[in-house]
């Protein structure tokens, strides 16, 4: 699958990335990962520092898959609000999903302090505003269920926008200690340190072929290696649809500019994670080098022709909304591009366990916060292989029921 198309930002912020041999013999192991991408990284990490034998996979080199492209807001709230989710799938489940994900990002902070490649974590809070006054009875709904829950977030009114940015809007929810971080340097920094205490990592290695016996599974590459492991997870990201097409997983195309590091940023009110209630919506951060990065205006297209024909226009909007609200920041495109990106109907992301594929857990991390969904998949994944169970399993198994509990 082509993934994304235009000039990428992160590969350009790590001078030497490290890299990995093919696999040229065949190997066992405990737990074989296919895909060196966030998922991938994560599992790999929690599996190693319980003792599992681990060997990661991938196609291409390293973290050259979605997370390159990943704008890396690092969130627990998402495109589907805790009411639109508790709708779904009832209030107590929808609240246990934003705790596992504010736990995942309180993990990744911890993870990200033993790497040996710096990933640049920074705590920020996010500012969502509303892109119209119709969309403020929806935002007084969301901070009524937050409260409840004990997360921590306010309603902010148009005088306190005012006070703080250069643009006026009738009202925001502000939560506090979301993040930011560099996606491909947190994936290099987790193999690294899988490498050093004895995970295996293979570049170039195109997983083509399997057969299962009863207690294990054995794995073929393109070159006709075998892998036998006694569990297998696929994090292929959005090209695990190559093994399995899963109902409840969407496919759409994604937009982002990066712009020339920006002089002066004291305008941004503590560099806050921006985003509004209009769908599809544009989001924006900054980076530890003074650039803005600003994405979305998300197209409804799963073909990289049609979503390649309007990277040009998509980078055109996606300043003007920037100017629009910053129109004091002066910003110059520097990097630009369109991405494919995986969703899912109902709003959760999902853990893939099939009959056609015994051993094996699917990571779809499909959703706008997949990197936190990443955090949460891999630690009920590693838990259910080490322990045999986890209690929030049925949360994201894919026979989850699309009606209420
Ligand atoms: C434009 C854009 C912006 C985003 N912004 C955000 C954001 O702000 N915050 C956030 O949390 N998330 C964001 N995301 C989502 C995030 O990027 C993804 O959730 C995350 O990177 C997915 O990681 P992954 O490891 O699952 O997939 P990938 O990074 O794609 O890794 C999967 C790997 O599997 C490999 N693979 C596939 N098939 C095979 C095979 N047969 N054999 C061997 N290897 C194989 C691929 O080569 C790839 O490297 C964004 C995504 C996009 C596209």
Not at 148 to 173: C, M, Q, T
Not at 311 to 331: C, E, G, H, Y
Not at 334 to 355: K, M, N, R, S, V
Not at 381 to 399: H, M, V, W
Request: glycine fraction near 6%; proline fraction near 5%; hydrophobic fraction near 35%.
């Amino acid at each position: 699958m082509d993934l994304q198309s235009g000039n990428l930002y992160w590969p350009t912020t790590v001078s030497s990335p490290p890299s990995y041999p093919r696999l040229e013999n065949d190997i066992s192991c405990d737990v074989l990962i296919i895909g060196a991408g966030s998922s991938g990284a994560q599992c790999a990490n929690i599996l190693i520092e319980q003792g599992l034998s681990v060997v990661v996979v991938d196609k291409r080199k390293a973290g050259e898959g979605s997370t390159s492209s990943n704008t890396a807001l690092i969130q627990y709230s998402g495109e589907k609000s805790f009411v639109s989710l508790s709708r779904s799938f009832g209030e107590e489940t929808a609240a246990r999903h934003l705790k596992l994900c504010e736990q995942a990002i309180n993990d990744i902070e911890r993870v990200c302090l033993q790497l040996p490649i710096d990933p640049n974590f920074i705590r920020r809070d996010s500012l969502y505003y509303a892109s119209s006054k119709e969309d403020l009875p929806e935002l007084n709904e969301e901070l009524v269920l937050l409260r409840k829950y004990r997360f921590k977030a306010d309603l902010w009114d148009a005088a306190r926008i005012s006070a703080l940015y250069p643009f006026r809007k009738e009202a925001a929810l502000y939560y506090y200690d979301d993040a930011e971080m560099n996606p491909l340097k947190f994936v290099y920094g987790l193999l690294e340190k899988v490498q050093s205490q004895g995970g295996l990592i293979y570049e170039h290695t195109e997983i083509t072929g399997r057969r299962f016996e009863q207690d294990y599974a054995l794995f073929y590459t393109k070159e006709k290696r075998e892998i036998r492991a006694r569990h297998v997870i696929i994090a292929a990201g959005y090209e695990d649809s190559d093994f399995k097409t899963e109902k409840n997983a969407t496919l759409a195309s994604s937009y982002a500019v990066i712009t020339k590091p920006v002089a002066d940023l004291s305008g941004w009110h503590k560099r806050t994670l921006i985003w509004e209630t209009a769908r599809p919506y544009v989001y924006m951060r900054t980076t530890p080098d003074n650039r803005v990065i600003i994405g979305g205006m998300d197209k409804d297209t799963s073909y990289a022709r049609t979503r390649d024909s309007k990277i040009l226009a998509s980078k055109d909007k996606l300043l003007k909304a920037f100017n629009t609200l910053f129109p004091d920041i002066p910003a110059e495109p520097e990097y630009y591009l369109g991405a494919f990106y995986g969703g899912t109907h109902d709003g959760l992301p999902i853990i893939g366990q099939y009959e056609k594929y015994p051993h094996c857990y699917f990571l779809m991390a499909y959703g706008d916060n997949g990197t936190v969904y990443n955090g949460v998949l891999a630690k009920i994944i590693a838990e259910k292989i080490l322990n045999g169970s986890n209690p929030d399993l049925d949360i994201y198994l894919q026979s989850r029921p699309l009606v209420p509990r």
